[in-house]
């Protein structure tokens, strides 16, 4: 890398809005925290999933999630998808495993890289769904799984660990169908529980241009992290 290109790395760093966000919960969760607090596989001296992480503040509506002009290309490809008979809806994946499956062989290349093999056959497929009773997907007119999501809640945080649409559909806007309406389920979590309080989409940080622009349309903006693991969940005052 250019020397020119690490001062530039450098300063947009430190621009960035820096948060802490706690969690707890499950073994998955203690997991997912461990990943992210490890060092980088590149960048020893700095945590795996710290600088430039993915994340939305949940606002009190979807209504207000949906609004403003920086939003303008969500609503319309929203209201362009529904108005093609997609529909939102959650499912039990060990249900649609074949489905899961054609999604994810629709293309064998995904932002540069190659399908991992996991993700391309059955018995990876099946794993992968095995222990969930529920994720999220959308679906065509004729109620078949054309993309899915699986978004756990770890504390403060949800994540987008998996999120996959078919090749043949990404153009009518299904992943922004699907992503919005995982926010309003959320939002929704959060009104009735006080959390989840952010929703992480990996990072931008070494993501292909048209993945960043993606993210962006969705409200998703770099960060600076400090993950912070609390035994249970906090009450009272420490909430």
């Not at 997991?31 to 590149?42: A, C, D, L, V, W």
């Not at 945590?47 to 207000?64: D, I, S, W, Y």
């Not at 994810?104 to 995904?110: E, G, I, L, T, Y």
């Not at 990876?124 to 997907?137: D, H, M, P, W």
């Amino acid at each position: 890398m250019k020397l020119a290109h690490i001062y530039r790395a450098i300063n947009e760093i430190r621009k960035l809005p820096r948060v802490e966000i706690r969690l707890w919960g499950d073994d998955l969760t203690r997991h997912i925290y461990q990943n992210f607090t490890q060092p980088h596989p590149r960048y020893k001296l700095i945590r795996h999933k710290t600088m430039g992480v993915a994340l939305v503040k949940l606002p009190a509506t979807f209504q207000e999630y949906l609004a403003g002009k920086p939003k303008q290309a969500l609503r319309t490809n929203r209201k362009h998808t529904q108005n093609g008979g997609y529909s939102f809806k959650s499912f039990c994946p060990m249900e649609r495993i074949e489905e899961i499956l054609e999604i994810n062989k629709s293309s064998p290349v995904r932002q540069g890289r190659e399908m991992h093999a996991s993700y391309t056959n059955i018995k990876g497929v099946k794993e992968f769904a095995a222990n969930k009773t529920s994720i999220y997907g959308v679906f065509n007119r004729e109620g078949i799984l054309r993309a899915y999501a699986y978004t756990p809640i770890c504390g403060e945080v949800f994540i987008f660990s998996r999120l996959l649409g078919h090749m043949d559909d990404l153009e009518t806007g299904t992943m922004y169908l699907l992503v919005s309406e995982v926010m309003r389920e959320m939002i929704d979590v959060k009104r009735q529980t006080g959390n989840p309080r952010w929703g992480m989409y990996d990072t931008f940080f070494g993501a292909a241009p048209g993945l960043r622009y993606f993210k962006q349309r969705l409200g998703f903006q770099p960060h600076i992290v400090k993950w912070r693991w609390v035994d249970q969940e906090p009450t009272g005052e420490d909430k």
